[in-house]
């Protein structure tokens, strides 16, 4: 019977610990989790000292795994920051500590702004811009032009809002014999830019073809 009581009294009190336990280790061992599963995820790194990183191009493919995983807008500027190296690394604990308090939460758009604005400045980004806007197939082939304009419009959105401004623009740009063609393709249904490069591309092996 003294037995039985005092296993009683053990899981009543782990039932009490486990109920009073701090908020804190409860969001810990969450945020442990979701770091495992983000880092299975193989998510790129950043480091801001290499002349090949693309900053765009990280909070790109990083936003893609972090919108797959559904995690909250905090959770992704918390997740995303592991993923910072080197002077980045140095850059985000420097950022963070210069925060006055009780300054708005660090939310994925807060980081990111800020993020793009010390790795890419605004005269980087309007460089692209410009190359992009004078961006013309010329001598390239369909393949080698699509590949440039998907590369530069990733730092156009207020260009490129939408498929069909997408389609538009890529179809201005294409060189003269295959405008036409492109053009018409635009009005079919279910086309997208992917769809309407494969079919630019085709008409062109076709025109090459029959040339040779």
């Known amino acids: 019977m003294a037995q039985a ?12 610990t486990r109920e009073g336990a701090p908020r804190e280790n ?13 880092t299975r995820m193989n998510p790129p790194v950043y480091y801001g000292s290499k002349t090949n990183e693309d900053p765009q191009v990280f909070v ?11 995690v909250s807008e905090e959770e992704k500027a918390e997740l995303v920051a592991y993923q910072l190296k080197d002077m980045a690394q140095v850059w985000h604990r420097m950022w963070g500590d210069v925060r006055a308090p009780g300054e708005i939460p660090i939310t994925w758009d807060v980081l990111k702004t800020e993020f793009l604005e010390r790795f890419f400045p605004r ?10 806007i004078n961006l013309r197939q010329g001598g390239m082939s369909v393949r080698e032009y699509s590949l440039n304009f998907v590369k530069l419009s990733k730092y ?6 939408n498929s069909r401004d997408e389609m538009r623009r890529f179809v201005t740009n294409v060189s003269e014999d295959l405008e036409e063609e492109c053009r018409a393709a635009i009005f079919h249904n279910n086309m997208d830019l992917g769809s309407l490069m494969v079919h630019a591309q085709q008409v062109e092996e076709i025109r090459w ?3 040779s």
Do not use: N, P, W
């Open 26 to 38: 409860l969001y810990a061992s969450t945020m442990a989790s979701r770091l495992r599963d983000f």
């Open 123 to 132: 005269e980087q980004r309007e460089a692209k811009v410009e190359e992009f």
């Open 5 to 16: 009581i005092s296993m009683h009294a053990q899981a009543i009190t782990a039932q009490a």
């Open 60 to 70: 790109d493919e990083v936003h893609k795994i972090l919108c797959a995983m559904g």
């Open 209 to 211: 073809r029959k040339r």
């Open 156 to 161: 156009t959105s207020s260009l490129v809002s």
